[in-house]
């Protein structure tokens, strides 16, 4: 079974510094996807960021970017100039597709980051 | 807002009364996943429906809960003789067509007491 393991419980950064956020992941597939989503206090979970793992390139979403070390099993989010509004519980996530067409996320246990002004 | 909506935002019950929660995702959501979250931990994996279809039930899934989704529209969540280790906070995300993206409710909060 898949597991992804998120060693940071909490992180902090001041605000415009740069943080970056671990993620690891046990599998056997060799195609999958890989997430990372925000949770703001009281709020909707949204995604910040994907990775699918054929693709060798790092994705990037503006201020977010990824380190994506497929051997490893490695996937770790890198958070520019960080701003209040970051925030929030982080969760990687593993996509895992099942026989019979079911598909599920599995995530980690998250990360608290707090943003110092 | 990812236009997914969840009733009640929160629910205080007695344990041992039987409670339901209703999902609300897009017409465009073909897939929609349950998950349920307890303090500190991610989430936890429940079921999956394809349109109408329950594909997958989670181990999680006691005999206890049951989930629906007719019409492959809005979803139940509903959960018999509660117990306060169904103390959580219960989601509902929905996805369109082959898309990865899981977009989430609010969640509902349960509290048995």
């Known amino acids: 079974a898949q597991t992804v393991t998120q060693s940071q419980p909490e992180m902090s950064v001041q605000e415009a510094e740069t943080v970056t956020l671990s993620c690891t992941y046990d599998?056997?597939?060799?195609?999958?996807?890989l997430f990372w989503y925000k949770q703001p206090p009281s709020r909707q979970m949204i995604l910040v960021i994907r990775q699918e793992a054929y693709k060798q390139q790092n994705a990037t979403e503006n201020r977010f970017s990824v380190n994506f070390q497929k051997a490893a099993k490695s996937f770790s989010l890198k958070i520019s100039d960080s701003q209040l509004g970051d925030a929030a519980m982080y969760f990687c996530?593993?996509?895992?597709?099942?026989?019979?067409?079911?598909?599920?996320?599995?995530f980690g246990k998250g990360t608290k980051l707090t943003v110092n002004p | 807002d990812t236009g997914v909506s969840q009733n009640p935002r929160h629910k205080i019950t007695k344990r041992g009364q039987n409670v339901t929660f209703r999902c609300d995702p897009i017409s465009e959501h073909n897939r929609l996943y349950w998950y349920r979250q307890t303090l500190g931990q991610g989430p936890e994996f429940l079921t999956y429906?394809?349109?109408?279809?329950?594909?997958?039930k989670s181990r999680l899934l006691s005999d206890r809960f049951s989930a629906e989704r007719p019409k492959g529209s809005f979803s139940t969540l509903e959960i018999q003789r509660t117990e306060q280790g169904d103390s959580a906070m219960y989601l509902c995300a929905g996805l369109r067509g082959g898309n990865t993206e899981a977009f989430f409710g609010q969640g509902t909060r349960l509290t048995v007491v």
């Open positions: 599998t056997s597939e060799s195609d999958y996807y």
């Open positions: 996530a593993y996509r895992t597709l099942t026989q019979g067409g079911s598909e599920k996320l599995v």
């Open positions: 429906f394809q349109n109408e279809a329950q594909l997958e």
